[in-house]
């Protein structure tokens, strides 16, 4: 989409489209809102807003200030007020109303940061507006991973924080496949009519893919271990599901108090995961021909399997 297309939504508001949701941005600050606009422009959406998210900051933070604060951010509740354990944020929400409204004293003025903060927020606002429009049971979950389109299938290459993600991302040249995203994903939960589960790109800011706003269904998902040589091996079921498991973003909303129905959602959704979809360990080094022929092989051997 054009990023300067008319949307249909009040001046400074961005309607984005997370999955099958669609979460309205409203911003004041016309730095913050430009910058919004390039970031989100192939994930501008039409439909109505399933939640508004409203993003107000009233000072400067120091930058180093900031990244210590973010990996320690827990949000606490009390009635319909909420603030974070750093102090970056507090707010007020109203889920009857599909509202958020973000506030603090300080902004995150810097782009990087401001990007990491958002993905927080966007994780947060999606699940939200999950709770306001399927009474909190999600029809597809966010995961640490990279999706990399191929002959018409998603292969996802999971693992935490420095696993891999991204190199796997710099590693698919022209020829090998097409990235969806590095960093984050929307994996759908498997359909009562037998379809297909469909990896969904997500409006995450990655460290290098561009974000094209696709889906594609599931062929494999491969967890990710760094060694000398290129090689796979099929996962059992037990430590397939203990290690998938790591990679779901945990799926609380705004105003969530109940953390046993947040773990019981992602063990449901880990199980259903490894139950319907190949899951495999690929250890894998910098060199991307031996990467992407074993790659090759393994989908010729799924190829009439599960594709």
């Known amino acids: 989409m054009d990023i300067n297309q008319s949307i249909p939504f009040p001046d400074h508001t961005l309607g984005i489209q997370i999955g099958s949701v669609c979460c309205a941005i409203r911003c004041k600050d016309e730095d913050v809102y430009s910058r919004l606009k390039r970031l989100y422009h192939n994930f501008f959406c039409e439909q109505a807003a399933d939640i508004t998210v409203e993003l107000e900051g009233t000072g400067q933070a120091d930058p180093a200030e900031i990244y210590a604060a973010l990996s320690e951010t827990r949000y606490i509740h009390r009635d319909n007020s909420f603030r974070t354990t750093s102090n970056l944020i507090a707010g007020q929400y109203d889920l009857t109303q599909q509202s958020i409204r973000f506030t603090g004293e300080k902004s995150l003025v810097d782009p990087d940061l401001e990007i990491n903060h958002l993905n927080k927020l966007l994780a947060l606002a999606y699940y939200s507006a999950c709770k306001v429009k399927y009474n909190g049971n999600p029809p597809a979950m966010l995961v640490h991973a990279c999706a990399v389109l191929r002959h018409g299938h998603a292969l996802v290459f999971a693992g935490p924080s420095e696993a891999g993600k991204t190199t796997i991302a710099r590693l698919c040249g022209e020829n090998d496949g097409e990235v969806l995203n590095d960093e984050m994903l929307l994996i759908s939960r498997p359909s009562s009519n037998g379809g ?45 599901y203990l290690r998938f498991l790591r990679q779901i973003i945990t799926p609380a909303y705004i105003g969530q108090k109940d953390r046993r129905a947040v773990y019981s959602l992602m063990a ?40």
């Open 196 to 240: 297909r589960i469909q990896v969904q790109s997500a409006p995450i800011v990655s460290r290098l893919s561009p974000r094209q706003n696709k889906s594609a269904p599931l062929s494999c998902i491969l967890l990710l271990k760094k060694g000398v040589n290129a090689s796979v091996r099929r996962l059992d079921k037990v430590d397939a």
């Open 268 to 307: 449901d959704f880990s199980n259903e995961m490894t139950q319907h979809i190949p899951v495999y360990e690929l250890e894998f080094s910098l060199n991307a021909d031996s990467l992407w022929k074993v790659v090759g092989e393994l989908e010729e051997d799924l190829r009439g399997v599960t594709l």
